[in-house]
């Protein structure tokens, strides 16, 4: 089946420093990644869509100056924690489709299996 | 309110009992998704519905359009079953809105 790769699966870093989250798609292209954050014992939440050769697009509240999103190839997109402060700190999980969500497939949603970030 | 709201947030089952988690939503969708999510936070996709009924083994997963209602099933629940269990609805631009999940606790 397909499979999303994610890494790194935990990072500690100093506050101020930047963290580069990598999320591929191993055996799909995926023209569209999506990328989410989870605090402790709450639901996800969609940070940003992450468009192949074009610019994310980002949910309100979260500031693209300080999440940068870089999808430059078909099967992968990065996501940069830029200046990371201690209430960044939280687990980043990514997802993948083959196909536009909700059109035919059985289950086509495929998650890569996170990031902990720690920022100390 | 939430837009997708579950029931109920945690449950402890004794294996081998039938289990069902409930999730009712408020906004129009084009699927509705049951998900996974272990203890280390990977996620895995159970089923994605449009109508009707799906199964997968020990899974069932129903919908109800017009109700704006869905169950998941688990038969005969073991404690591998245990996890967290995310209802999620695709709507306008492919996004995904997340219910809270449901957390599932399987004792021997």
């Known amino acids: 089946g397909a499979v999303v790769s994610q890494h790194p699966s935990r990072v500690i870093c100093k506050s101020g420093t930047s963290v580069k989250i990598e999320c591929r798609s191993l055996?799909?292209?995926?023209?569209?990644m999506f990328w989410y954050r989870q605090f402790p014992k709450q639901s996800l939440m969609l940070m940003a869509t992450?468009?192949?050769?074009?610019?994310?697009?980002?949910e309100q509240g979260v500031e693209k100056d300080k999440f940068l999103i870089n999808h430059a190839s078909l099967t992968l997109s990065t996501l940069t924690v830029t200046s990371a402060h201690p209430e960044d700190s939280s687990f980043y999980i990514c997802?993948?489709?083959?196909?536009?969500?909700?059109?035919?497939?059985?289950?086509?949603?495929?998650f890569g299996n996170g990031t902990r970030l720690t920022v100390t | 309110k939430n837009e997708v709201e579950q029931s109920p947030q945690n449950l402890t089952a004794q294996e081998g009992e039938f289990i069902t988690i409930n999730c009712s939503y408020s906004?129009?969708?084009?699927?509705l998704h049951w998900l996974q999510q272990h203890p280390g936070g990977g996620i895995v996709s159970l089923f994605m519905?449009?109508?009707g009924k799906k199964k997968h083994g020990r899974l069932i997963a129903t919908i109800n359009i017009q109700e704006k209602h869905s169950s998941l099933h688990i038969t005969a629940s073991h404690p591998r079953d245990s996890a967290v269990y995310i209802c999620?609805?695709?709507?306008?631009?492919?996004?995904?809105?997340f219910g809270t999940g449901t957390q599932l606790k399987v004792e021997l």
């Open positions: 997802s993948a489709s083959p196909q536009p969500l909700g059109v035919g497939g059985d289950s086509p949603l495929h």
């Open positions: 055996d799909f292209q995926a023209t569209t």
């Open positions: 992450s468009n192949e050769g074009s610019k994310a697009t980002y």
């Open positions: 906004v129009g969708i084009s699927a």
């Open positions: 519905l449009s109508s």
């Open positions: 999620a609805v695709t709507g306008g631009g492919n996004k995904l809105t």
